[in-house]
């Protein structure tokens, strides 16, 4: 074959038309669509041909340079890198902590790390700390490099197997890999990166299936393949569930599909869907559940973040402190330890510290470790100041005071607002009141209230036994209970967590358990239990249960946080580093965020247009090209309303990132977007569609260009600064940068400014 002919030959396979006509077939009452794709379908929308790899190889390149680009600098942690950072050398030691984010992405940073030698020895404690030698923060940093990189070649996959032609799939990938934000956050150790990656993968996987009959080889391992991307989607973030409710969407599609095709027994469709089904649930629960079965298996030590848990969940790490072999028995002359089961609040507890307002007595709280102060002396109402010389048993109603004896003062409350909840007409003000010698009064007693649903089956639904039994302490006077919620003190003390008399609130917030307990009076054989450790499946509940808890209660304000409303406009972005005259921000690329944006827009009121005419009878929808375009694009779009939905009805703390996932999916769509308009649109005048796709990759570089020195944290002027700053809400100081780029040259690295960002979740 001649050069000339080759070439010609190579040209004709990258513009090769990957769009086949739906194959309609007449059935004995209607026509139907066959719904299984013809055999050549997988040829046509995939990578085939050499000159089709050697473009797939250079967009890699391309993506690979952007990505990889000096990711030693900066040389100090950045944003959430104090977070995901940590819990990387949280894995390597083995120390158990709390996130509110499934588990594969943080182990697959400390897995690296630990590649290559690394202890866990750095905390990354804050933005700006410098990285000593012996932090492989670069390898680090490579991972989400790396996921991020083939996040743009699976954009590229995904579009070709969509019906998305050679040409308009790389130009699609090449706008993707200059996209600045999805740069920032595939630079850094952060969860996004592999997330993506995962989200991206599940999306072509799935497409791949598309392409296949059912029941063919090809057609099962690009479903089971789909099953694990789910999976580890799933178990980087919780946002990857949107991504398995969006293919669960379009199973559903595909199903009505089936069902209509006259070919197929309805029989055997509803089996292929309970087969698929299975597989697309089940594999990702497998690994999800695998995954925090490693989490569990590692992080085998007692950590900082232990105290969010239960005492039996506590008990089965190594080093816990959590009380064992106590006196199961608890009456008068017990000393006790009295701890809250409704909130991670802790002990009861009072410490010689006041009141700043109310009554001014010695402060009640709730403390989350052990401690002295949390001792408190049981003994009967009646009897406050005579010595306790038998013991007896505080049954069901038992009316009893509580002495602390480190104060010599009671638990104590009266008519006083709390120190906090002084707005809350329902809440009492709890103290510790009195002194050595003093009797008390009627304000130090309460009335013990067995909770027996509450409590362990048995004697400990009869009277009160230490660990087992739950129960409530009403004030004899009031009539209102003990009550604690997640409320902090101010200063004044100490942070801790309130403690109220409340006539209202939730009931599990009244409830209270004896956990540690000692009585001289008891014989020397007396029944000594202890806390049973959670065993695995209820560990992942009671995670679970405070990974969901507390991520409700990320409502605390935040410098950069943003509302979902203002994400498909840029209106702003967040700041991540500043050092050294020096910012790292996350910001998109306005060309492409804005276009994706405006063609959703477009898109829905031209289909509003062809429902108007397809009411009024008019043809709609007559070319293959169109109705593939229609089908990939309502699709695709709605993974972006599935990912992005979710968050109007959040209330926590939320930041330009959460919108990327559903951006992806804008991206996908705006793809088929440029397919269309050179392949119908301007069908005829194409060398104009090219010439404005043209225009639109060398602004999408330009922007890119512009913006770079904000992504990779290079020096910039403050003119050049000025300027960018297309909308207020791009808030990245230009005060902080130097006029020249000579005066950079000047600087001491070693030495930088306090750093502006803040880390969030």
């Known amino acids: 074959m001649s050069v ?12 090769q038309d990957p769009v ?6 007449r059935g004995p009452s209607r026509p139907y669509v066959v719904s299984e794709p013809p055999e050549k379908l997988g040829k046509l929308r995939t990578v085939h041909t050499r000159n089709e790899r050697l473009l797939v190889a250079t967009l890699a390149v391309i993506t690979g340079a952007v990505r990889l680009y000096n990711l030693s600098w900066p040389n100090s942690v950045i944003f959430d890198e104090v977070h995901f950072g940590k819990f990387a050398s949280y894995y390597i030691r083995n120390s158990f902590f709390m996130d509110v984010h499934p588990p594969l992405a ?35 940093r490579s991972l989400a490099a790396t996921t991020g990189a083939l996040t743009v070649i699976m954009l590229y996959f995904t579009l070709r197997a969509s019906g998305v032609r050679v040409w308009i799939a790389f130009v699609s990938g090449l706008c993707f890999a200059l996209e600045n934000s ?37 057609s099962f391992r690009y479903l089971v393949a789909t099953g694990v991307c789910l999976g580890l989607a799933s178990s980087a973030k919780w946002v990857g569930l949107f991504t398995v409710a969006w293919v669960g969407v379009l199973c559903l599609w595909r199903l009505w599909f089936f069902v209509g095709d006259l070919s197929k027994p309805v029989c055997s469709t509803f089996k292929i869907a309970a087969a698929k089904g299975s597989i697309l649930l089940g594999v990702p629960l497998l690994l999800y559940t695998f995954f925090f079965y490693l989490h569990f298996e590692t992080l085998d030590k007692d950590g900082e973040g232990a105290g969010f848990f239960s005492p039996e969940f506590r008990t089965s790490l190594k080093g816990n402190n959590i009380p064992q072999n106590v ?3 608890v009456g008068t002359g017990s000393v006790v330890t009295i701890r809250h089961t409704g909130t991670m609040g802790g002990y009861l507890h009072s410490h010689p510290h006041d009141f700043p307002g109310g009554s001014q007595q010695q402060q009640i709280t709730l403390y989350p470790h052990l401690d002295a102060n949390n001792e408190w002396y049981v003994m009967l109402y009646d009897q406050p100041n005579n010595t306790v010389t038998s013991f007896e048993n505080l049954a069901d109603g038992t009316k009893i005071r509580l002495l602390h004896p480190l104060s010599y003062r009671r638990l104590h409350s009266h008519d006083h607002k709390p120190p906090v909840s002084e707005n809350s007409d329902w809440q009492k003000e709890v ?22 649903d509450a409590s362990a089956p048995g004697p400990a639904q009869e009277r009160v036994r230490a660990l087992e039994t739950k129960f409530r302490l009403r004030h004899a006077m009031m009539n209102c209970y003990l009550f604690s919620h997640e409320v902090k003190l101010p200063k004044w003390g100490y942070d801790q967590q309130e403690v109220t008399c409340a006539y209202s609130g939730l009931p599990s917030l009244t409830l209270w358990a004896v956990e540690q307990s000692y009585n001289e009076f008891l014989p020397e054989d007396t029944e000594i239990i202890s806390y049973k450790p959670s065993s695995f499946w209820q560990k992942l509940v009671e995670y679970h249960q405070k990974m969901w808890h507390i991520n409700n209660n990320l409502v605390d304000s935040h410098v950069y946080e943003s509302m979902p409303s203002s994400w498909p406009f840029l209106l ?43 009411q009024l009878g008019k043809p709609i929808l007559q070319d293959s090209r169109l109705i593939n375009f229609h089908i990939q694009v309502i699709q695709y779009l709605l993974g972006y309303a599935i990912h992005l939905a979710p968050f109007f009805l959040m209330q926590r703390q939320m930041f330009l990132h959460h919108y990327l996932p559903a951006y992806y999916f804008g991206i996908l769509a705006f793809g088929h977007a440029l397919d269309i308009l050179v392949t119908y649109v301007l069908r005829r005048q194409r060398t104009v569609g090219y010439i404005v796709i043209g225009v639109f990759v060398l602004s999408c570089l330009h922007f890119f260009k512009k913006y770079s020195p904000i992504i990779y944290g290079l020096p910039w002027t403050k003119q050049l600064c000025e300027k960018s700053q297309w909308l207020s809400g791009w808030d990245y100081s230009c005060a902080n940068y130097l006029d020249t780029y000579e005066e950079y040259s000047k600087l001491d690295l070693n030495q930088g400014l306090l750093p502006e960002a803040t880390a969030a979740v």
């Open 182 to 218: 999805y740069v920032t956050i595939s630079r850094y150790i952060l969860l996004d990166a592999p997330l993506i990656f995962f989200i991206s993968a599940s999306a072509y996987c799935f497409k791949r299936y598309e392409l296949y009959p059912s029941g063919t080889s090809q």
């Open 327 to 329: 006196m199961a028995e």
């Open 106 to 140: 943080k182990m697959m940073f400390a897995w690296i790390a630990s590649l290559v030698g690394f202890e866990g020895n750095f905390d990354f404690d804050s933005i700006g700390k410098f990285f000593p030698a012996n932090v492989p923060y670069i390898l680090m």
């Open 572 to 614: 702003r972005g967040i700041g991540y580093w500043s050092q050294h005259h020096r910012h790292v921000y996350l910001l998109g690329n306005a060309i492409l965020w804005w276009s994706v944006t405006a063609f959703i827009v477009i898109f829905g009121l031209v289909v509003a247009g062809e429902l108007v005419a397809w």
């Open 20 to 25: 086949v006509d739906l194959n309609i077939k």
């Open 431 to 452: 103290s510790c009141y009195g002194f050595e010698g003093f009797e008390g009064d009627a304000n130090d007693d309460w009335v013990i209230e067995i909770d027996k």
């Open 4 to 15: 000339v002919n080759e070439k010609r030959s190579g040209s004709e396979e990258l513009n």
